[in-house]
């Protein structure tokens, strides 16, 4: 099988020759190649040119033969057609001007032209083009309410005081603005749905809030989001990925959705009990602790060989039952950049060897 029918089989619950994989952020600053881009170019540089975007995304293709390329891009991108200013620094992160903090703000949002002259959406094309179909390309957006607590705050401040004081004092602006980024964050992934095989949504900071104030206001912006791409694109994979959406999953479980990516704080036992859908489960992605990483790449192999026996246990298929279905290997957050790409490339072998029987792995 290629890599693209792995992933492809595995969203549609059919058995694969070997366990898919991936990994979140693969195309970053733990790769030589980007980083040596990285020193030349400012990040909204190399987000602007096509060529760079393409050579950025292949990279972790190329070195570590993994199953899926995921367009190299960012979540915030499309703020920077709103009319904001948007600027990644070095130690601090992602920088937006101005913040949104009122209506007015709100309303002065530009709603930006999106169609196939975007970057993403070229860089998408070019991809296909140059992969064809031996690896599934994967384009992706944030989901409204990751995307607010950028706009909100606009700096960087992990802990999002002004975005919570919002979400506490002001829910009519915060509304707004959901409602604003959910329409326009549908619309993104549906013209990059023309050249992709799958489409990812990061709801990465549904654990800033509780899980009924999520409920309240983040889960019924990513729900219209969801329905606006499902109308345009009825039949593409569609995957999920959220910090802290275990607490939602009851609600998560009716959203119109392919596949679950979870993090690294739930046990896959514990999605796979809760997604369910008739008699079966949602495809699972995930969910590896992307802290194993940082071992040297024999550690990564017996962490990964104990992870995919136990994953696999927890999804039904003791050791000797045959690989799962509907499983597609990742990560449970990002890869982090101290990681050596021999670690990320002996964690992808790991995973492509396994075939759930002892004394099968290298
Ligand atoms: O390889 C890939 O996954 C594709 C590219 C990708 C990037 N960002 C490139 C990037 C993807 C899928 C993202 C998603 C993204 N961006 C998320 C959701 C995933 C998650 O991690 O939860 C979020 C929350 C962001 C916002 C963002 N972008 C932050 C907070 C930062 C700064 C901190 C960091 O992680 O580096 C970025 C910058 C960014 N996006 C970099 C890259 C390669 C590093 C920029 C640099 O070189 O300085």
Redesign the pocket.
Known sequence: MTGRERILSALAQEPVDRLPVWM??????YLPG?SAL?REHT?MQMVSSVDLSLQISLEPVDRLDIDAA???????IPFDLMGLKLN?V?GI??LIDPAIRTEADVLRLQKPVLDDSLTVVKTLGRLRERLGRTKAVFG?A?APL?MATYAVEGG?DKSRPAFLQMARTDSTTLCALLDHLALIQAEYLVQQAACADVLQI?E?HADLLPADQYMEVGFPALQRMIEHVRSRCPEIPLILFG?GLSGVFAAVRDLDITAVSVDSATPLSEAAAALTRGAGRFVLQGNADPGMLLQSPPGVERFTERFLFESAAMLGHDEGQGLPTGWIVNLG??VRPPTDPKSAQAFVRTVHAFQNRAGSLP
């Open positions: 979140m952020r693969q195309a970053g600053r980007y990285r990040f995921i367009v190299f891009h960012d979540i915030l990644y070095d992160g992602p992706f944030g990751t960087s990061f990465s910090n957050q990002g």
